[in-house]
C-alpha cells in the first residue's frame, strides 16, 4: 500500500531511489482486473518522435492529469497529442497496491498544517481534500466508471457513518479533542460535518472497537477500486481523446531538448528518445531518480495492506458502516513513520485492512521500493490486527506532509504531481485538474489549490523531512 509521513531523511542520503521492479507481486486490485485489455498496451507500435505533453507514471496522478489535459479548458488550450510513458504495465504501481481508502482529513492534522504553513493554508489544505472527494464522485458519475465507489447511502443504510479518527488510547483521544477545538476556533466548519463521540462507552458500542476511548463520525469519506478507476481513464484518454499509451517504457532520464529554437524536453527511454514541449513527473516515490532535487524530499518507504474476509459477525447485516483509521497513541509524538492504521469494508463484504508498520524497524521500510515479495513480519500483524481491533486495529503517527504541485523552478514546461505521502486517494483528483489548467496556461489562482503546494524553491531549500511510501 502507499504511505508517507513526518520522517526525517537519512543523513547524507544521496542515492537515488532507482527504477520501479520488474518482477512485481500481485495486489488485490491486480488479481481482480487480469482481464483489462490495457495489460502490454502500447497505441502505437513504435515510440512518437514528438509530443505537446508527456507524462511519466500512469497511476492516479498520471491518468487524472491526462484526463483533465484533454476533457477541459478551451479546445485551443489542449494539447494535440499527449504521451503516457509507464516503466512496467498499466496502473500497476502504488494505486494498483493502495486501500482505495478516499478519506478526507476533516481537521486531525489541522494543528500541524497550521504550525507548518499558517492559519489560511492550514484550513485550505483542509477544504481541498473534501474538495478532492466531490470532484472523484462527479467524475465517476460523469463518466460512468464502475469502480465500486460508495459515499452513501450504502447497504441499504439512510446514512454513511464513517469513523475517520478511532482514538484507542487516553493520548490519542485528547490529541484529537485539543485539534478538533483548535480547527473549530479557527473557522473551521465542524457542523454537521465532523462528529466527537467523546463518551468511551458509546465510542466502543458505536465503532464496535473494544479498546475505543473516543470517536470521530463524519459523511465525508467513501471507498472505491483504484485501479478500476484508473484504467478506465486510461481507456477514455485513448479511445476518445486520441492519447498514446506506452507500457514498459522505463524513463532513463530527461534533459533540455537539443532541438535549437524549439525548446522543451528530451525524454530518455529504453526504447527510444522523445522531443516535449512539456514533461509531467508523476512519479511519486520514484521522483527523485529523474529529479535528484528531490533526495530527501520524496523518497520511497514501505507499506502493506491485507484483505480480509472476515467472520459472520460482520457479514451480511452486520457489516461495518463505513471507513476507519484508529491510532493507538498520539500520532503527532509516536514513532517516525507510524501513523493510524485503516480500514474499509467493501461491498462485496471483504475487508481491505493496512497498516501494522510497527511490526518492521523503520530502517527496514525507509528507501524499500521492493514490491516484488510481502514482508512476513508486517504480514503476520496484518493478520491479527484487524482480530484485535475489533474483537475479531493499530499504530498511530503524524502525517502532516503534503504535496508538489505545479511547475519545476527553473525548469520551464516541467511539472510534478507527486509526494502524496499516502493519502493520494484524497488529494490527487483535485491536483491533477489543478496541474493541467496550469498546463494550458492557467494561473495558480484559477486552480483553488493550496498555495503551499506549489514545488518552490524556498520548500525544496528548507532541510528535507518529507516521504512517500512504495506500496505492496
Known sequence: MHFSARVPAPQGMDETPGFPRANPCLSFWLQLTRSSPLHGHRTTENLPDKADVTIIGSGLSGAATAYFLLTTGPEDKRPKSVLLLEARD?????????GGHCRPDCYRDYRQYKADFGREQGLKIIQNEKDTLNLTEEIIAKEGIDCDFWRGPSYGMSFLISFPYVAMDQSVADALAASYAEFAADGGPVEGVVIPIIDPAQARAETRCPGATAAYTSASSGSLFPRKLVLHLLALCIEKHGM????????????????????????ETDRGVVETQKVVYATNAFTATLLPEFLGHIYPFRGQCSAVVPPMAYAGKNVLPGTYAMAYEDYHLSRPGIFADYLIQRPDGIIIFGGQRAA????????????TV??????TGLRGG??????WMAQGGGRGSIPYVGELHDKPGA???AGHHGHGMARIMSCAKGLAALIQGDSWESTGLPECFEPTHERLARPAHRTVYTVV
Open 374 to 379: 510481502v514482508d512476513p513480519r508486517m504480514t
Open 360 to 371: 518492521v524497524p523503520a530502517e527496514d521500510l525507509r528507501d524499500n521500493t521492493d514490491d
Open 415 to 417: 511539472f510534478i504531481c
Open 386 to 391: 484487524a482480530a484485535s481491533a475489533l474483537c
Open 90 to 98: 498499466a496502473c500497476d504501481g502504488a494505486t494498483a497496491r493502495n
Open 244 to 267: 498514446n499509451l506506452q507500457t514498459h517504457t522505463p524513463v532513463r532520464r530527461v534533459v533540455p531538448s537539443t532541438d535549437e529554437g524549439v525548446g522543451g524536453w528530451r525524454v
